[in-house]
């Protein structure tokens, strides 16, 4: 009954088709099915999306407020593609903000990253969207980079992990799209810049994440604006279907990076792109015309066509059955998951001992604290690009330290005269200077006067708009908010401020807010505590209250390396139109050139102390398993997050790869021993000629270590 009844077409023949699938039809064949209903102009309006490109200007008002549609055919009921992004939570409406990607890297959780995974997905599904593109996969190559806030951080595992988690929970409810690819870590000239790369750092470094999160289900891959190797992403066919599809045999769909994303109609379809974002653009121009013209072979529409109609019936088939209320958007459940995670996230980078003691948790009958900063009395929930989620509240870390400690006199200055400032530090029992970035720092660099506009169509290309267009772009990108950092470093004013409050106030904390890593060197010796608190999403100012108050555990560990200088650091030109991506960054280039970390890769403090032994391990080209006894030596309760790092210990200077993790929580005294897999693929290199994977050569060695480590003498061979 259902095949005959796709087979007649209709309003119902996607629905008949879904529950085909969900019988056990195969899916490739009820693609197929659907494919023979379709008519010449339906087939090519799968491949872009369905909104007119005239409503280009109007994008920003309608992102928070409805999903972008590709794809949709009413006469056959197939609902299309339906579009949201956000990887800190649901872009439209009011949503759950959650920490921003990189904060939750900080927890080292893949099943605290799923539960949020699973999260998003159902709020995106409760608004409409069945497509959600919250899985950023890219690598952080450099601090500076203003979307650091929305990947993993700088290690290919973790990310990998961390990314495939995110995957998973998607799934459940939408399918989850994963970006960009590749080669995608800077933003002011994301539409131009042409990256070099050779064969073994990029098959080696800056993909296996992506590959990890197509292992894990993905069912979509969005591409980047940027070149690879002369050749803009959307048409890359090496990548796209080399690499993509023939290598790794993802069977999923590949959409545009929006607008100016996709540069040729038939080019990038016969590279492998299917899908162009979000409107009738490029493809809706030229394709029907190359359709009758024998350019476009119809065989060639049908092959995206049916990666696209197979991926969406696989997803309406397998998703969870219950359909989610709009009551779980925003709901008590997820705030109390957003608060979790945001305590998960936060980083303890140091905490001095005063009169004996360690400065925080701060003590319970504390009679007065000095709460210094702007930013303490405003929610500050990161970039406001496509990725911005709109809250129905957000907490402050001032509220929440009032609420926290209602017994005690919490004061707070803004900061900007800095006597002021310190004569209330001074008086104070305890001082919380709260500084950092906001979205005028970093974030998606949405205007730019670096991008083509001759996409839009011949008349920017050639015409007389296209020098006005460009030259409004151009003012435009001098007063928009967001783009890549300028500065490593907080504001010197704000650095003058933490020196001031410190020198009033021996006890004084510094919270840090921002998305990557910030240098510290000119005062943080003179400060006894330092947090860093990411952007913490709607309950970040609760999260930093119960973790300076000793009410939780500070969770996390640094997913990237911070410094004590910037040279240190790969070079970083935020106009760049060429770079070369080599595999020396972060903790690597550090190790690779002797440069100590002011705090390592997998750095963090907690309320208590582990002691980690190495019982034994098995490992070969395929991977392995090791067994660590970690104790909790503390007097409380608390987490630490236990690393295996590996290294070619014949090298001069050894540089750690890590390898694998796991996040122990023990009650005060206990002790376990935790048995953690061992990621084979740090450890083998890939054949160019082949594409076959081997051991790279050298004197492999393992250890568990807490952050990663510079001395390698209790190291045992791995292999």
């Keep these: 009954m259902a095949g005959r009844s796709i087979e007649r077409g209709g309003p119902h ?38 909104a007119p490109g005239w409503m280009l200007p109007l994008i920003p008002l309608l992102q928070p407020r409805r999903p972008f549609t590709a794809g949709a055919i009413p006469r056959l009921g197939i609902p299309g593609v339906r579009f949201t992004d956000g990887a800190r939570g649901v872009v439209l409406g009011r949503a759950t903000a959650f920490p921003v990607a990189i904060a939750r890297a900080a927890a080292w959780d893949p099943e605290l990253e799923e539960r949020v995974g699973v999260a998003i997905g159902l709020e995106a599904r409760a608004s409409g969207a069945n497509y959600a593109a919250s899985v950023c996969v890219n690598l952080l190559r450099h601090p500076a980079w203003g979307r650091a806030q929305e990947c993993y951080g700088e290690d290919p595992l973790l990310t990998g992990v961390l990314g495939s988690a995110t995957t998973r929970g998607l799934r459940r409810n939408v399918m989850a799209c994963v970006k960009h690819f590749a080669l995608n870590s800077m933003e002011d000239a994301r539409f131009e810049v042409d990256v070099d790369v050779d064969e073994h750092a990029l098959h080696e470094v800056y993909l296996p994440q992506f590959r990890a999160t197509i292992d894990a289900g993905a069912d979509s891959i969005m591409t980047a604006y940027n070149r690879i190797r002369g050749e803009y992403a959307d048409v890359n066919r090496p990548l796209l279907t080399g690499v993509l599809r023939e290598e790794w045999g993802f069977r999923g769909f590949t959409t545009s990076d929006w607008v100016f994303g996709t540069h040729a109609a038939v080019d990038s379809l016969a590279a492998g792109l299917d899908v162009e974002m979000p409107l009738r653009l490029i493809r809706a ?199 890549d950092r300028e500065r490593l470093t907080l504001r010197p004013h704000d650095e003058s401020l933490i020196q001031a409050v410190a020198a009033a106030n021996p006890r004084t904390v510094v919270v840090l807010i921002g998305g990557s890593a910030i240098l510290t060197e000119s005062w943080r010796d003179r400060v006894p505590a330092v947090l860093l608190a990411w952007y913490g999403g709607m309950a970040g100012g609760a999260a930093i209250a119960d973790v300076l108050t000793g009410a939780a555990e500070p969770g996390g560990r640094l997913p990237f390396a911070i410094p004590t200088d910037a040279a240190h650091l790969p070079p970083f030109r935020r106009l760049a139109r060429r770079v070369v991506y080599d595999d020396r960054w972060g903790q690597r280039r550090l190790d690779a050139d002797g440069h100590p970390a002011a705090h390592p890769f997998g750095w963090g403090l907690g309320y208590t102390d582990f002691a ?52 122990v929580r023990l009650d005060a005294g206990a002790s376990s021993t935790v048995r953690v897999a061992i990621d084979a693929r740090p450890t083998l290199e890939r054949d160019p000629e082949t594409r076959t994977w081997g051991p790279r050569s050298g004197d492999w060695r393992v250890l568990a270590a807490q952050h990663a480590p510079s001395d390698w003498s209790a190291a045992v061979p791995l292999r």
């Design 13 to 50: 023949a996607w629905a008949d088709a879904v529950r085909a699938v969900q019988r056990g039809a195969d899916a490739d064949a009820t693609a197929d099915r659907l494919l023979g209903l379709l008519r010449d102009r339906e087939l090519l309006g799968l491949l872009d999306g369905d």
């Design 285 to 483: 121009r030229r394709l029907p015309r190359a359709a009758r013209s024998g350019r476009l072979p119809r065989a060639l529409a049908e092959e995206a066509g049916r990666r696209i109609l197979r991926t969406c019936l696989l997803h309406a088939a397998q998703r969870d059955r219950a359909e989610p209320a709009r009551t779980v958007i925003a709901s008590p459940e997820h705030r109390a998951l957003a608060k979790e995670a945001a305590v998960a996230a936060a980083v303890l980078l140091r905490n001095e001992r005063i009169d004996g003691r360690p400065l925080l948790p701060l003590p319970p009958d504390i009679g007065s604290v000095a709460v210094i900063g702007a930013a303490a009395a405003r929610p500050n929930l990161g970039d406001h690009g496509s990725s911005r989620v709109r809250p129905p509240t957000a907490d402050t870390p001032l509220d929440a330290l009032r609420a926290a400690l209602p017994a005690a006199d919490v004061c707070w200055d803004a900061g900007r005269d800095e006597r002021t400032a310190t004569a209330l530090a001074r008086d104070a029992d305890a001082a919380v200077v709260v500084v950092g970035y906001d979205q005028h720092d970093e974030g998606e660099s949405v205007v730019t006067g670096r991008v083509d506009v001759g996409v839009l169509g011949s008349v920017f290309r050639r015409g007389p708009l296209r020098p006005v267009v460009v030259g409004l772009a151009h003012l435009a990108a001098r007063f928009v908010r967001g783009g």
């Design 612 to 663: 980690l032994t190495w019982e034994g391990h098995r490992f070969d080209d395929g991977g392995g398993e090791a067994q660590v006894r970690v104790e909790n030596v503390g007097a409380r309760a608390g987490t630490t997050v236990m690393q295996l790092y590996g290294a070619d210990v014949s090298r001069d200077r050894p540089v750690a790869q890590l390898l694998g993790f796991a996040k």
